[in-house]
């Protein structure tokens, strides 16, 4: 007879939205931990978005195939706009929508301190101030930008109890703060302001209506030209200018090696993304190799092979994009 497999749910701390509870949550994610918590819209998943190793290990607790860019949260309009850069739209927008269900995508500030990973290596960030006294309260003690997808595990709906969060997550994060039922329900409206034209890319909580009454027409995401920057499609997605060769066995001295293991000999320039073929560690490491290697003088980037099987899935996917033809 097969035995029922019993998840063991308890290595997840449940913590309470009081003072004591938040302080631990906000320990856990200064110390790289993930702490799932309340917004209005739905619970996220959350890492410190500086940290690209913590921001790994929420693509391999959701179980996602590929890395999707993430929205990091802030307490204040002040603090996300010193990590991207606010137009006029942006400033009218925030003044008047946030804290809410609104997510705005702008470019990076030069010296932006979260990782690429968060943003899946995109030049722009999602950033958002939700509209919920414990996340807030959160977010001010952690004082840093916490990166959050829905706390789900990849392919299931959106959680908005703690419960439904333990129920796909339990065991694999270190705990939920519990802020009792979102009330919104569903994810914040993402817009992108990174170019002239305002486009949605996710209906949600803000209205279009609302939006378009303080900073005029929105592109619809079906809107031609406006799928191209849906995250995934082509234009966005960062790729290097030089070409990159998959599964490399050997290596010529004018490549650039992604090296992953014990690295190959004979390569022009190295980055190493984990010498001990950690799969967390070169999730953390890959967006910044990419740009490395590209900007290392050589003919090409030579990638050795990565396994797949875990983060391995996210990685790969990342590389064949890189490697695929480019498309114009
Ligand atoms: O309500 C919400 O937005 C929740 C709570 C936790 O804040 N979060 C959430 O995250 O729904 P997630 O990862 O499930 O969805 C984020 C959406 C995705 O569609 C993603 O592709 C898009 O935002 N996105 C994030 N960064 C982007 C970027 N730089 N450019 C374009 N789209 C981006
Ligand atoms: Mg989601």
Known sequence: MPRRVVIDRRMTELLRDDESGIARAAGLLREGALVAFGTETVYGLGADATNAAAVAGIFAAKGRPRFNPLICHYDSAEAAFRDVIADDRALVLAAALWPGPLTLVLPRRPDCPIALLTGAGLDTQAVRVPAHASALALLRAVGRPVAAPSANLSGQVSPTTAQHVLRGLGGRIAAVLDSGPCSVGVESTVLDLSGPDAVLLRPGG?????????????????????????????????????????????????????????????????????????????????????????????????????????????????????AAPREV
């Open 206 to 322: 803000a209205t279009v209506e609302a939006i378009e009454a303080l900073i005029g027409p929105v592109l619809l995401g079906s809107t031609p030209g406006a799928a191209l920057r849906s995250p995934g499609m082509l234009a966005s997605h960062y790729a290097p200018s030089l070409p990159v060769r998959l599964n490399a066995e050997t290596v010529t001295e004018d490549e650039a090696l992604l090296a992953f293991g014990p690295a190959l000999p004979g390569a022009g320039a190295v980055f190493q993304l984990s010498e001990t073929s950690d799969l967390t560690e070169a999730a953390a490491r890959l967006f910044e190799g990419l740009r490395v290697l590209d900007g290392a003088g050589m003919r090409g980037i030579a990638a050795m092979p990565v396994p797949y099987v875990g983060l391995g899935l996210a990685i790969n996917d990342r590389l064949e994009r890189a």
